[in-house]
């Protein structure tokens, strides 16, 4: 079960759980009425011989692929990128991720502009919404594989907050008054 809570206003070390206190948890259902996030849960050992994300991959137009191996040891400027992928940001088109190995957490903004942290582990499969500000960051744990799933090949633009005029970002803010 993938874990999702609010977020705490402590801006030290990102790659801590930021729960607040009490800590508010919020349901899968949730997650997605309040952002239009949605989630699969894949059985590692079984989705490839079982087409499971082929099938995903056909129903919903996916029709390129790249992994990410992300570690100081495996990924060519570490420390810039893992930069970037905290800043918060918004892309044109969903941002697809299946995570194989080690954890972290997307963070998400509600319709009242509070953070929604989500907990990643091997066999989530996330999708963020086109036009959603968000960020990622690792945990603890300092480790993440992931296949990374595209509608066409990546040419898949990173536009950091503020990006309100673009049409993606109206059409997604007009989702989510709607409760998506
Ligand atoms: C991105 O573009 O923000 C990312 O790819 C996040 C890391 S992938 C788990
Ligand atoms: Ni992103």
């Not at 977020?7 to 997605?32: C, G, V, W, Y």
């Not at 950091?160 to 989702?175: G, L």
């Amino acid at each position: 079960m993938v874990k999702a809570w609010y977020m705490d206003n402590d801006k030290t070390d990102p790659r801590a759980e930021h729960q607040r206190n009490p800590p508010e948890f919020i349901s899968i259902e949730e997650l997605h009425r309040k952002t239009g996030v949605e989630l699969f849960k894949l059985d590692l050992k079984t989705y490839e011989s079982e087409g499971v994300l082929e099938k995903i991959k056909k129903d919903r137009g996916y029709t390129y692929e790249d992994e990410i191996t992300i570690s100081k040891e495996c990924l060519p400027d570490y420390d810039e990128k893992l930069k970037s992928f905290f800043t918060e940001h918004l892309h044109a088109d969903e941002e697809i991720r299946l995570v194989t190995e080690g954890s972290g957490y997307f963070d998400i903004r509600d319709g009242l502009d509070e953070w929604i942290r989500i907990k990643v582990t091997p066999g989530d499969l996330i999708i963020i919404p086109r036009g959603s500000y968000h960020r990622f960051t690792l945990d603890n744990n300092n480790y993440l594989r992931a296949r990374r799933l595209y509608e066409d090949e990546p040419g898949w633009l990173t536009h950091i907050r503020p990006a309100d005029d673009m049409a993606c970002r109206k059409k997604y803010v007009e989702q989510q008054k709607r409760g998506f």
